[in-house]
């Protein structure tokens, strides 16, 4: 039986997307749709739009993470940003099982000024 690293990503999760251009974090669902056993499509709301992005999974001790090769999504350009688990350089996001936390962190350019830095940590609903 093939392993599927996917399915128990699969759902909405709510908590809290933090932003390096905003001075307070936002309430926020993310929804997380298995495309197949290695890779998932993340739906999560920016300001007035919603961003819709692809990452791979692989299953590693801390749970199923997250890897976000970039990616140009019509006005905005996405890529993950590693830091947030030690010594784990090509991770951008994940479930954390100890926790039961998924959390996602990004760098996201629109047009060609306009960086953010965003986080966001929540948990299934």
Request: glycine share 8%.
């Amino acid at each position: 039986m093939e392993s599927d690293n996917t399915s128990i990503l699969h759902g909405s999760f709510s908590g809290k997307i933090i932003l390096s251009t905003a001075s307070r974090f936002e309430h926020a669902t993310i929804v997380v749709s298995r495309i197949d056993n290695l890779s998932v499509r993340i739906a999560l709301p920016l300001l007035d739009d919603i961003i819709r992005f692809h990452a791979t999974v692989s299953l590693q001790t801390q749970g199923p993470l997250l890897s976000v090769k970039p990616q140009q999504i019509n006005d905005y350009f996405v890529k993950g940003l590693n830091g947030y688990l030690e010594k784990k350089p090509n991770v951008h996001g994940g479930l954390l099982e100890k926790t039961s936390e998924f959390y996602v962190h990004l760098e996201i350019l629109k047009g060609s000024f306009s960086r953010m830095e965003m986080f966001f940590s929540g948990k299934k609903v």
